[in-house]
């Protein structure tokens, strides 16, 4: 190879690897924002579990769901899956390619984490992270992102155009929110959290708004690499996927700022709602389309967080279906909106692809999620005791306190 190939070739491994650990951080905004919401006797347990996910989901994304999605392996030699094999590029830019995408997979159970807070069982989510990452998550990032199964090319034949979703819309954020969504279901609501004499609501504000404050900037900040650097090289790098995310964010910031009657955890969860939504179509929408899709999602979870909780009675502490479930749907089917030439985007895309492409997405989610929950709750059992739900989950799993030397002090 000459050496101004290498040269592009090693900008492009940096590239992507700058990518992967953005994404990466992600994960302790994911974190940050559950403690900062989840009572201080599960602030332990929330950030075990995201941590213990993504060790998980690495490991069986590795050695299974990568080959699934993808049909490459990492069963050769160092040399080759440095670059000298055919399903490997050079300089390991497969690998860090990998990398980037095992960041994505881990979102998943990072998403469900904060809708099933507080009195899920450990153990089993464990169980039900290495099932969805290595087998079920694979099966939709390979046919949207890799056009396994030839539904990418039916999309083709029937609408024009295949079903677009450049970041996550759907693949991710939407999948998530669907399998938390019947995760939450299955569980059940928190203890305390419904009067059980007259079902009204016993609010449970977040623990620390700074905490749940920090996590939303670090998802915020990450962001950026998970929607810009999907490009996965330099060369198709595009200012318009920046800009895009950036306005989609601040329209959902104003959006649940005034929905949200000035509530501060609606306004930083309103930011991460317009960047969900417009993972979608980041690529090919106009600045202010985007922006209209990001006031749009973060006055959507605003109205679904409260009417979960307060009307549906489905305890998801988090809001991880209102913000990622729906918004993530709303933002699949605004691809197909906003991403016209009609209303100034690049084109490119159908209506009805992204309509029934976004649906079957949500609905995959939503039936992958009763399939494993449920068969969990039936086998094994996914919810702790009254007890040990009433001691909190940081001294029932773990054994001690987000505050020990408090906590003997004070003995």
Known sequence: METGSASLVGVDVFFVLMGAILVFAMHAGFAFLEVGTVRHKNQVNALVKILVDFAVSTVVYFFIGYSIAYGVNFFSDAASLSGTGKDFAP??????KFFFLATFAAAIPAIISGGIAERAKFWPQVAATAIIVGLAYPIIEGVVWNGNYGLQDWMKATFGHGFRDFAGSIVVHSF???IALAAVWA???????????????????????????LGSWLLCIGWF??????AGSVKDISGLVAINSLMAMVGG???ALVIGRNDPGFIHNGALAGLVAVCAGSDIMHPIGSMVVGIVAGGLFVYLF????????????????????????WGGIAAGI???KTFGGLGDVS????????????????????????ELKRLVGIRLTDEEEFMGADLAVHKISSTPEQDISST
């Open 253 to 255: 910031i104003l959006s």
């Open 338 to 340: 906003f991403g016209l």
């Open 306 to 329: 409260e009417k979960c909780h307060n009307d549906w009675r489905l305890d998801d502490v988090l809001g991880v279906w209102a913000l990622h479930g729906m918004c993530g749907l």
């Open 176 to 178: 998530g929110g669907w």
């Open 91 to 96: 300089q390991g830019l497969g690998l860090v």
């Open 225 to 230: 690499g998970f929607n810009v650097m999907t």
């Open 351 to 374: 209506f009805g692809a992204q309509l029934v492409g976004s649906l079957m997405g949500a609905g995959f989610g939503a039936a992958v999620g009763l399939l494993v929950y449920g």
């Open 187 to 213: 569980l059940g609501p928190r203890r305390d959290h419904y009067n059980k004499k007259n079902g009204k609501v016993i609010p449970i504000p977040p623990s620390s708004l700074p905490w749940l404050a």
